[in-house]
């Protein structure tokens, strides 16, 4: 008799604990509703326990403590009761390293599931900082869930994300953890959570025999129907809360006979499950003033909905122009931010933009440096081996124009590069303006300096001077 068994699944939730806007796509054109939040998806959750005899496994692959203000403000606090009452089987994590490793490891423990991770050790024992797996049995299948963290947290991003440890990809680490599990612990299915991102999990799944299910993040794909790769099936369930990964399993024998997939809209229709919904209603009750307040107001729809460029950014990037005076501005490319639908812009809104609130920094920079930190960005962004991919979206640039080609080796994409009206002049100096060493990282440019502004206020600024905003598309980065 075969057993069923469901693996649920969120991933990049950022914090996003009630319904929020999102973005859709529909005919070539961009829609907006209002979806997610703990208290829907933990209802979901308990209908389809209910369904299955509790025949159910529920993960959550990270970015989950970091993107809104009371999540942030808190150090991810504030979610600790909601998440142990959701009934997660286990996690990974990628932005929760941003208060630092050994906040990390504290808030793990205070959760009532583990934490997973193969890739990350501490510098100085060489040994791993979280559990590398979890075997879990439901309905007569025993499973092994590994996790993977994500692997740019020591590479791309702010230093103290990652003091004291370091991180791998895990493809060298997995084998061996799938041998352990199979041989010694006699599961019948590995099932790996992860948050390398969509195109690197692709190679590994192609690289590694014997992984059962991948259940991917980082990425924000929704994959509105899985994707088998060496006999793995893989989903990613795009981000902010907005969807659940529904995989429902048929098994005989520690063998998957059959699947059904559904990529579930946490649409107004799911009941809120009451108990969540007041934990999340205290949780946001003491800020609701200050984040309710109106600044402005926008014509277009603001997302970050696109590799290259977007309203959203190029809002932030006006802002930082207009606080700092300098001739260029550049920020990363996240890609965390509930979408601002034309209309109000809310404080809330702001937070959700850009919710570390870095000061609006300033450097001189070479057209050289300029050049060469694009070509490392896109070659972060587009590598064509994905494990060398390192993103986010491409670099978030105003002031300059940067025609490139995608399909170019790393290193050689950009074909043509202008700062304003003119040509870059690769030894001339140039003003720029940015946030966070992701924005110009520490090695380029000099005369850093921090300006007595943070991101939030020159947003309100510029708002305020310019409403109703209108932040179209420049053409910054442009693909040729
Ligand atoms: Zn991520």
Not at 180 to 190: G, P, Q, S
Not at 466 to 478: A, D, H, L, M, Q
Request: net charge negative; charged share 25%; with cysteine.
């Amino acid at each position: 008799m075969s057993d069923r068994l469901s693996i649920l699944q969120i991933n990049d939730s950022h914090g996003y604990l009630d319904l929020h806007d999102e973005y859709f796509w529909k005919n070539g054109k961009q829609t907006y509703r209002e979806v997610g939040g703990y208290a829907r998806i933990t209802s979901y959750f308990n209908e389809v326990r209910d369904e299955n005899s509790d025949a159910v496994i529920v993960l959550d692959n990270g970015d989950t403590i970091h993107g809104t203000y009371p999540v942030v403000k808190s150090e991810g606090e504030v979610l600790i009761p909601i998440l142990n009452r959701m009934g997660f089987d286990a996690w990974t994590a990628h932005w929760d390293f941003a208060y630092g490793p050994d906040h990390l490891v504290k808030f793990a423990e205070k959760l009532n599931y583990p934490l997973l991770a193969i890739n990350c050790y501490y510098e100085d024992s060489e040994e791993l900082v979280f559990d590398p797996y979890k075997i879990v049995k439901r309905d007569g299948v025993k499973m092994g869930l590994i996790g993977i963290a994500n692997t740019i947290v020591d590479k791309t991003m702010p230093d103290r994300f990652s003091e004291g440890i370091y991180l791998t990809l895990g493809n060298e680490e997995l084998p061996k953890y799938i041998e352990e599990l199979r041989v010694e612990n006699n599961v019948d299915l590995i099932v790996v959570l992860s948050h390398l991102g969509y195109p690197q999990e692709v190679k590994l799944a192609k690289q590694v025999d014997g992984i059962d299910v991948l259940v991917s993040g980082h990425t924000h794909n929704r994959l509105y129907e899985p994707s088998e790769v060496n006999d793995t099936i893989i989903i990613q369930s795009g981000c902010h809360g907005s969807f659940i990964g529904r995989l429902d399993l048929d098994v005989d024998q520690g063998k998957i006979r059959g699947y059904n997939h559904e990529l579930v809209e946490i649409d107004e229709s799911v009941t809120p499950d009451r108990e969540v919904q007041k934990m999340v209603n205290e949780v946001l009750e003491p800020h609701e003033d200050m984040l309710g307040e109106v600044v402005g107001e926008t014509k277009l729809g603001l997302a970050r909905d696109k590799v290259m460029e977007t309203r959203m950014d190029n809002l932030l990037l006006k802002a930082l122009i207009d606080a700092s005076g300098a001739e260029m501005a550049f920020s990363n490319g996240w890609r965390y931010g509930s979408p601002v639908p034309p209309g109000k812009i809310t404080v809330r809104d702001l937070w959700n933009i850009i919710p570390t609130n870095p000061p609006v920094s300033v450097c001189e920079i070479t057209g050289r440096e300029l050049w060469n930190m694009m070509e490392e960005n896109l070659g972060n962004t587009f590598a064509r081996d994905p494990y060398n991919q390192m993103g986010g979206y491409v670099k978030r640039c105003y002031g300059v124009n940067v025609y490139f080609k995608i399909e170019n080796a790393d290193g050689l994409r950009i074909q043509e590069f202008f700062v304003g009206d003119e040509r870059l002049d690769k030894d001339k100096t140039y003003k720029a303006s940015f946030v966070t060493t992701q924005g110009i990282p520490a090695r380029y440019g000099k005369n850093r300096k921090d300006l007595n502004i943070n991101a939030i206020k020159a947003l309100k600024g510029y708002i305020s001077k310019n409403s109703p905003v209108k932040p179209e598309i420049e053409g910054t980065i442009i693909p040729i």
